[in-house]
């Protein structure tokens, strides 16, 4: 099993990324999908997850209204729309799956796969 993100970069403040994290899961569409990020020093953090078909969204308030994810299960593949993008946003973004019975959201635990990250730098 593998998740490969990819869609990092150096970017402006204000300036818009489009993170893509494509996964070798069989049955993906039975995998909540949710995106990380790690800044130099602090602890992972939760961003966004999406349900397995996709209507259901959630958001830390952090990117809430800047951020939206997104998910095509016949591609295997996740999104993240990065938007007005601000320095604070700084980190690496990891993407993850949490399967089939899990809870809704999944609690960072019950991720039971993780990409390598991709690097997202924001300059003010």
């Known amino acids: 099993v593998q998740l490969q993100a990819s869609g990092g970069g150096l970017v402006q403040a204000g300036g818009s990324l489009r993170l893509t994290c494509a996964a070798s899961?069989?049955?993906?569409?039975?995998?909540?999908m949710g995106w990380f990020r790690q800044a130099p020093g602090e602890e992972r953090e939760f961003v966004a997850a999406?349900?397995?078909?996709?209507?259901?969204?959630i958001y830390a308030d952090s990117v809430k209204g800047r951020f939206t994810i997104s998910r095509d299960n016949p591609k295997n593949t996740v999104y993240l729309q990065m938007d007005s993008l601000k320095p604070e946003d700084t980190a690496v973004y990891y993407c993850a799956a949490a399967p089939v019975g899990s809870r809704w959201p999944p609690g960072p635990n019950e991720y039971d796969y993780w990409g390598q990250g991709t690097l997202v730098t924001v300059s003010s």
């Open positions: 999406i349900s397995r078909s996709g209507p259901i969204t």
């Open positions: 899961l069989s049955a993906f569409s039975r995998y909540y």
